[in-house]
């Protein structure tokens, strides 16, 4: 998976087991949530995919899985060159204990992520190789290996790193951050019997301005004076400049 931009949201204390057991997303509640942090959209669902497919999704949709525990959303909002600027909406809208961000592009050479316990903000980190763009908090226990220099960027062909780029790719760095919170991987391929992002269903909606859902179209296009109606936009979040993808 070249890129991903994701939120999750843990009451359990191992949601790696819950995902290997519970792997299908519940749609009531999928929806409920798309609902509320989408309020002033109309949201329509259009699909079920997996988090293989969905992790990083366009910004007019959004995918979304909650199983028993933990819930996870797909969101161009979460690809953030300053995790810490999250809308307070996104960080904790169910009262989890833990919220992460997992946000990477491989392509651009680019990673973060970020973690918040009962909303109150912990730890986050945003680098490309050479320039580290947000790094709050205190590092835990598990980025160690990764500043020591045990996870090198695999240079190519004529690349040179330069005098001050990273120890570490970013998105590996994120990566690592996804599987010590979650208990998988994106990027690093999968062993036969793991946990995959093929295996997570995850429940799919398009976010439409308010009244303009081919459904809503339909009705104002019936009645009088509609010809003459003004079309709203998306709002200015969906457009921040701090965005990444």
Partial sequence: MSAASTLWYVDTPDPAAVLRGQLESDPVAAAALAGQLYADHDVAPHMVGTLAG????????????CYPGLTVVCTAEAALVHPTKLPD???RPLASEHTYLVSYDATLHWGAFAHWERGEFRRSFSSTRVDILEN????????RTFWAGE????????????PRSLPFDPPDFADAANAEWLGFRYLAP????LLSPADLA????????????P???????DRPGAATRR???????????DRVL
């Avoid at 999968?190 to 019997?193: I, K, Q, R, S």
Wanted: hydrophobic fraction near 40%; glycine fraction near 14%.
């Fill in 231 to 241: 079309k709203r936009g998306l709002f200015g979040w969906l457009r921040g400049a």
């Fill in 202 to 213: 995850v429940c799919g909606f398009t976010l439409y301005p308010k009244g303009q859902a």
């Fill in 190 to 193: 999968t062993a036969p019997g």
């Fill in 215 to 221: 459904e809503q179209k339909r009705a104002l296009a």
């Fill in 151 to 162: 996870h090198p960027v695999p240079w190519r062909g004529s690349d040179h790193p330069e």
């Fill in 89 to 91: 909406l996104l960080v």
């Fill in 54 to 65: 969905c992790a990083a999704p366009d910004r007019d949709e959004v995918y979304i899985g």
């Fill in 136 to 143: 709050e908090g205190l590092p835990m226990v598990w980025e």
